[in-house]
């Protein structure tokens, strides 16, 4: 009896995962994205401008073309979108969604060992909110507690796949930086734990400068052992591989993009000197809330910025930040971007990007490519997403209103062609979700003791249990 209760308890278990796993805009028949046609509405491209009452038709995932009057193909899904507004999927910059609560490593200085690819979470739950907010691609990172912390992930939300679905084929490899207060562990003191360096600005500069010094001579070490190879000399050894150093030496390579958390705006000119002197270009500047400052140092260096919108004071290092930053920055060629850093906020990057236009100036497609096209060209990404061209990977968001209206909301959500979020199918199977709860919690294994549930046990006892059970069912069955 406790066999067949155990096993049915894991069929439900299991139903409701499957379930779950399907709640996007449609259930997923093996991932395979249906021929769209979106027709007459007001396409949002983010490269070329507005265009109003026009067409976009979607096939095997990719946008084949976009205009007026096209002709839907047999058994093409139609969206009637008149009067609605199509835009790119949104592009999170900085994200630690999906990440399962893994996302620093602070017993080092420098991890660039650790990879954030390795503990993604396909089934947390803001992977569906945030396609519910129009957000269809993000830059997963590393926390900021080190002054090198581990790779970065580039994926697309796809909702309801297996975890090896949503790294973007191609994307570039990233590395998290950290400056200031984070890796200084200044507001992490604990009181009888060993304290960690650097313990200051000058140790996090020091720290950085020393793990590029070796890791300049470990690739020396390799181009020594692999010249000498070329010759045909015998019996070499070749060095200890050091999974700490290669993801530097890629950074030397330019192979790897850095992407550095920061604040002010004297370890932004640290950082950029410090790459000049080891040939290296920073890709993005992270929060660089200070970066109104040095807005002429980063746009020669050739770093990008991406920045909060109106969030400060929430530390020392952040009482200097300004609603301007992100314009002053645009406007210094600067390509610049607003970022989530928080799973909720990531569900309503427009309306982030909506308030440069209030502090500012910024024109409306400026607005809009700061959460597009600008995100996927910091990522490297920008030949594939970004903006709404044929040849495109479809992540395509039909909004309700403007996107950069605070009426708007997403009506559906495409990923790579798939319709990944429907308003309309979420708000129907509410009343379904709704009843399944109740009978959940109603279930025997969901109520508490009082209530004649099973008193909980430690894992031991669960396991003893099963093994007197089964030992029992081995005599009864030898018996028999």
Request: contains cysteine.
């Amino acid at each position: 009896m406790k066999r067949l209760l155990t096993l049915a308890f894991l069929l439900t278990l299991a139903c409701a995962v499957a379930s779950a796993q399907t709640r996007g805009g449609q259930a997923r028949a093996g991932g395979a994205a249906q021929d769209t046609l979106i027709r007459n509405a007001t396409v949002l491209t983010a490269s070329h401008g507005a265009l109003p009452a026009t067409d976009v038709l979607i096939r095997n995932g990719k946008i084949v073309a976009v205009g007026q009057n096209l002709k839907a193909p047999e058994g093409a899904r139609v969206v009637d979108a008149t009067g609605k507004f199509v835009s790119p999927g949104i592009i999170d910059p900085h994200s630690h969604s999906m990440m399962d609560g893994s996302v620093n490593e602070c017993t080092k200085s420098v991890t660039s060992m650790a990879n954030t690819r390795d503990i993604l979470n396909p089934t947390a739950i803001d992977i569906y909110r945030e396609l519910a907010g129009g957000t269809t691609a993000a830059l997963l990172l590393h926390g900021s507690c080190n002054s090198i912390g581990g790779q970065s992930t580039t994926v697309k939300l796809k909702w309801g796949h297996p975890a090896a679905d949503y790294p973007v084929p191609g994307a570039p490899p990233g590395i998290k930086f950290a400056l200031g207060e984070n890796p200084k562990r200044s507001n992490f003191n604990v009181p009888g734990l060993q304290g960690r360096y650097p313990a200051t600005r000058m140790g996090v500069e020091e720290t950085i400068r020393d793990a590029f010094m070796r890791a300049r001579d470990y690739r020396a070490d390799w181009d020594d052992y692999r010249a000498r190879t070329a010759r045909g000399e015998k019996n070499l050894i070749p060095p200890r591989r050091d999974l700490e150093l290669e993801p530097l030496v890629e950074v030397l390579e330019g192979k790897r993009y850095v992407h550095s958390h920061c604040y002010r705006a004297d370890e932004i000119l640290m950082l950029m000197n410090l790459a000049d002197e080891f040939g290296f270009k920073i890709r993005t500047l992270q929060h660089v809330l200070e970066g109104y400052k040095v807005a002429s140092e980063i746009a020669k260096h050739g770093a990008m910025g991406s920045t909060f919108t109106d969030f400060w004071g929430y530390k020392l290092e952040a009482y200097d930040a300004i609603p301007y930053n992100a314009a002053i920055m645009t406007r210094h060629g600067i390509v610049t971007t607003v970022n989530s850093d928080s799973d909720e906020r990531a569900r309503r990057l427009n309306i982030e990007a909506a308030k440069t236009m209030r502090y500012g100036g910024l024109t409306e497609e400026e607005a809009l490519r700061l959460v597009t096209l600008n995100p996927a060209i910091q990522l490297g990404i920008d030949n594939r997403t970004g903006s709404i061209d044929v040849g495109k990977d479809a992540d395509i968001v039909v909004w309700s209103a403007h996107p950069l209206s605070v009426y708007s909301h997403p009506e559906l959500t495409f990923v790579d062609g798939e319709l990944l979020f429907d308003r309309q199918a979420d708000i129907a199977r509410r009343p379904a979700l709704e009843a399944e709860r109740k009978q959940l919690e109603q279930a025997e294994a969901n109520r508490a003791p009082a209530q004649g549930g099973t008193p909980p046990r430690a894992p031991g006892a669960i396991r003893r249990a099963y093994a007197d059970d089964d030992d029992k069912q081995d005599v009864e069955d030898n018996q028999r």
